[in-house]
């Protein structure tokens, strides 16, 4: 019988690896949306040339590969720490309930990815992401987040049966800003992008897949948009001197479900003038710069109940 091809028998498991490339049980599952998952996207070479015949193409010839990855989903703070980690590469634990995770930038360890749907599901291991952009809008929806990364060539498995977490998304509007250490103008929406750039290893090694994936330093920019009652926001960039200042976002519904991204140098790129419907807003471009206090160009604390390290 033919499997069921419906978007909502999609589940996802995640765990760390202890070796890049190793498969591992997947441990926790991540509720998402719009699934993106290309297992086994494989590169096959075309031969051609001139062989006395009106024809160009003789063969094709297997090539080598790669899974990728990807997802939109909104933010659970006791499952959202493992891309953290993927990405971000360092974590600290510390608390004693609710517990404290502070994601700093670092050398990220892999992760072994299951995506699971009724026809056939995939492990992928030595999955490592490329960009993972957070966004929220005070208005409406929820604090979201959409990930895309690559793998080793997926292969198939049997599904892991999933627990899945009992904690509700934060909505957009149960955050908190700061600029320099002061309210600012209303916030009515953010886009922050985290990127490391990945390079695959490809050489004489008798196989398909990459023989590693490497990830860059840590980048961290941003769109910010505040309505425009006063012309502070917009003079941060539209300035002679571009301002370097700290900006800090949290999100929390309770001590224990609770986000804290910390800019402690953030520096404003580059502004406009926009509209939304009746209003002027004020919109900056930014660009979070190393720092000492941050230990990179960002931090990221989530506060929840997971005792357990990310890192573990």
Known sequence: MAGNPHLYYTAVGIAKEAAWGTAVPRT??????EPR????????????????????????IGGV???????????????????????????????AGPYQHLFQAGTPPSHTIEWGQDVQPYV???ARASRLALNFNGRD?????????QSKLGATCVLTPAAWTELAGLAGWQGNVTVG???????????LVFERQIKLSRGLANTQDPGNMWQGPLRLSGRLTF????????EYAASNTPAKNAVVMTFSRAANEQIVLTMTKCGWRQSEIGTDEIIYTAVANINALQNTTDAGPCQVEVSNQIATAYDA
């Open 124 to 126: 992928l291991a030595g």
């Open 28 to 33: 926790a599952f991540i509720p998402i949306l």
């Open 181 to 191: 250490g002061a309210q600012p103008a209303v916030m009515t929406e953010a886009e």
């Open 141 to 149: 929806g929820t604090l979201r987040y959409t990930i895309q990364g």
């Open 227 to 234: 309505e425009f009652t006063a012309k502070t926001e917009y």
């Open 65 to 95: 590969g790669q899974g990728e990855w990807g997802w939109t989903g909104a933010l659970y703070v006791d499952t959202f720490p493992h891309l953290l980690l993927n990405l971000m590469g360092k974590v600290t634990k510390s608390g």
């Open 37 to 60: 998952f290309n297992p086994r996207n494989i590169a096959h070479v075309l031969e051609e040339g001139y062989r006395g015949q009106a024809a160009m193409d003789y063969d094709l």
